[in-house]
C-alpha cells in the first residue's frame, strides 16, 4: 500500500486527513467544489499510517452529507483498473466504509454502490460488512449467488467458503443464505469440525522439563504451531495468525519463542536454576537470552535492573529491543529511581535509547516529582523526531497523569500537528488536564473531530457559554443517530446541565 502524503496541517486538505474538527468548520466555509476536491483525495487516498486505530469514515460522511456531495470520485476509484489486479483492503476499505455510513444515513446511491462492489469488487468482503449492517433481508439475499461466485465449486473453494463463514466479521448474510443455497448450509455446519481438526492435529517440537531444557528450546526451530499453553497442558484456543516473517529465523519467529519459552520457565524454574539464568539473562544466545531476561523481570528478580541496562548497551539490536520493552513492564521503587538516574539530562544519557525508555516508564508509573523528566523527555523527542513515532503517546499520556502544566506548549504542538487522529486525542486528554484554557479553546474544535473519544472528551470539558457553535454542535450530536453512546451520554449530560444553568 501507498505511504500517505500529508499536507501541512494549516491547509484544507491537511486539516481533513488528520481527521480534525477545523477540518470541517473551514470545508464549509471554503469553496464547495475544492473542499469536495480536498474531501474525495482524503477518501481515495487513506491518509491513515493505521486503520485499525484511527477513524475517519464517519467524519467524511458526515462532510458528504453538509456538502450535498455527489459519490462520483467514490465510484470511480472502486472501479478503477487497478480494483482488477490488488485486493489490497487498505485502497477501499475507507471508501466503503464511508459508503456505509451514507447508506445508514439514507444515501440511497451509497447503498446501490456498496451492493454493487459486493458482487463484482476485489475487496467484496469490506463491502459485504457494511451491508450486513445496513441493508435489508431482501437487498441481501439477491446478493448471495454472486458472493457465492468468489468461491469456486469444488474442494479447494468449499474449503476457502468454510474458513470465510468461520471468520465473518458479520454473520448474518450467511445466515439467511443458509436456508437457499445449500453449499452456505453445509459449509457452516462443517467449519466447526475443521477448527477442532486443526487443534487435534497440531504439531511441534516442545521443550523438556528443566530449566535448560527450555532455553535451548528458546534458540531452535519454530513453535510448529503450538504456544506456551500446549507445554502445559492447555492448548491454545485459535493459532496465531501467519506472517510473512514468521520462518524459524525471523526476529518474530525468535520473539514469540523466547516470550513462549519465559513463560514456560515459570513452570520448571528451581531456586537453584538463578545462576543459570543469570547467566543467560548476561550472555546467552539470543532466544534464551531474551527468554531469560523476561522471566527475570516478571519475578522482579533483584538482578534484573541492571541485566536491562547491560542488555540496551548490546551490540546486536534485538536484545536491545528486547530490553527496551522489557524495561516499560518494571514496577516498584527500585526501578523508578534507577529511571530517573537514566531519564535526567545531568547525567549524559538522556538522549540514548535507555533514556527514552526510561522517561516513558516514568511517563507509565512515575511520581509527581517525575514531571519535569517526563516533559524534558517529550521535548527532546519532538524536537528530534517530530510529531509520531512509537513511544511519543506514552510520553503525552505521562504529561497529563502527571498534571505537567510545562508541558502545555509543546502538546497544542502535537495536537495541531500530528497526522494520527489518535495521538492528537491522547494531546487533547493530556491538555484537559494541564491547559485551564482547554474548555474554551481546543475543546471546541473537538466536538468536530473524528475520534469519538475526543468528541465525548469535548463534550464532558467545553465551555458552554461564550461560542454560540457549542450548544448548537452538542444538539446535533445529541440528534444523530449515528452518533456513539459514550457521546450521546456526554453531550446530553452537558444538554442537561446548560439548561438548569439558564433558570
Known amino acids: ?69 455527489s459519490l462520483d470520485g467514490i465510484e470511480d476509484h472502486l472501479h478503477s483498473a487497478e480494483d482488477l489486479v490488488t485486493d489490497d483492503e487498505g485502497r477501499t476499505g475507507l471508501a466503503l466504509s464511508v459508503l456505509g455510513h451514507l447508506a445508514a444515513y439514507g444515501r440511497r446511491d451509497a447503498l446501490l454502490m456498496l451492493r454493487e462492489y459486493a458482487a463484482t469488487g476485489a475487496n467484496w468482503a469490506w463491502a459485504l460488512d457494511e451491508l450486513a449492517l445496513r441493508d435489508d433481508d431482501r437487498g441481501l439475499l439477491l446478493l448471495g449467488t454472486a458472493v457465492l461466485d468468489h468461491f469456486p465449486p469444488g474442494p479447494e473453494g468449499d474449503a476457502e467458503l468454510r474458513e470465510f463463514i468461520r471468520n465473518a466479521y458479520e454473520p448474518r448474510p450467511w445466515r439467511l443464505w443458509a436456508a437457499y443455497h445449500p453449499r452456505v448450509s453445509a459449509a457452516a455446519e462443517q467449519s466447526p469440525f475443521d477448527l477442532w481438526q486443526r487443534q487435534v492435529n497440531r504439531s511441534g517440537v516442545t521443550p523438556g522439563w528443566s530449566t535448560a531444557d527450555v532455553l535451548a528450546w528458546a534458540d531452535q526451530g519454530d513453535l510448529g504451531g503450538l504456544g506456551a499453553g500446549a507445554f502445559l497442558g492447555r492448548p491454545d484456543v485459535r493459532p496465531e495468525p501467519a506472517r510473512d516473517s514468521d520462518s524459524p529465523s525471523g526476529p518474530d519467529a525468535v520473539d514469540r519463542r523466547a516470550a513462549a519459552a519465559a513463560r514456560c520457565l515459570t513452570a520448571v524454574v528451581r531456586p537453584e536454576d538463578r545462576p ?35 542488555a540496551a548497551a548490546d551490540v546486536d539490536d534485538r536484545i536491545v529491543r528486547a530490553a527496551l520493552e522489557l524495561l516499560g513492564r518494571m514496577r516498584g521503587p527500585e526501578v523508578l529511581a534507577q529511571a530517573r538516574r537514566w531519564a535526567d539530562p545531568a547525567t549524559g544519557g538522556a538522549d540514548s535509547a535507555l533514556g527514552e525508555a526510561a522517561a516513558q516508564l516514568l511517563a507509565d508509573a512515575g511520581e509527581p516529582q517525575d514531571a519535569p523528566l517526563v516533559v524534558a523527555g517529550l521535548r527532546r523527542w519532538v524536537s ?39 495521538l492528537r486525542g491522547r494531546a487533547a486528554r493530556a491538555l484537559a488536564a494541564t491547559d485551564v484554557h482547554f474548555p474554551e479553546g481546543p475543546a471546541v474544535e473537538c466536538l468536530w473531530d473524528c475520534e469519538e473519544s475526543t468528541r465525548e472528551l469535548a463534550a464532558r470539558h467545553v465551555a458552554t457559554t461564550g461560542d454560540a457553535r457549542v450548544l448548537e454542535r452538542l444538539r446535533r450530536l445529541a440528534a444523530d443517530p449515528a452518533e456513539e453512546a459514550e457521546v450521546h451520554a456526554a453531550v446530553r449530560g452537558r444538554l442537561t446541565a446548560a439548561r438548569e444553568f439558564g433558570r
Open 1 to 69: 500500500m501507498f505511504e500517505p502524503v500529508i499536507a501541512p496541517s494549516a491547509s484544507l486538505l491537511g486539516l481533513l486527513q488528520r481527521g480534525r474538527g477545523d477540518g470541517q468548520l473551514h470545508a464549509l466555509a471554503a469553496d464547495r467544489a475544492e473542499a469536495i476536491a480536498a474531501l474525495e483525495e482524503c477518501v481515495t487516498r487513506d491518509p491513515r499510517a493505521d486503520w485499525q486505530v484511527e477513524s475517519r469514515s464517519l467524519y467524511y460522511a458526515r462532510l458528504y452529507m453538509e456538502l450535498e456531495a
Open 276 to 310: 543459570l539464568l543469570l547467566e543467560a539473562a548476561r550472555s546467552g544466545l539470543p532466544g534464551a537470552r531474551r527468554a531469560a531476561l523476561r522471566h527475570l523481570v516478571e519475578q522482579r528478580d533483584p538482578a534484573a535492573v541492571e541485566l536491562i541496562e547491560v
Open 384 to 422: 528530534v523526531r517530530g510529531v509520531g513515532g512509537t513511544g511519543l503517546g506514552s510520553l503525552v499520556d505521562g504529561a497529563g497523569r502527571l498534571a505537567a502544566a510545562d508541558a502545555v506548549p509543546v502538546l497544542r504542538h502535537i495536537y495541531g500537528e500530528a497526522a494520527s487522529s489518535e
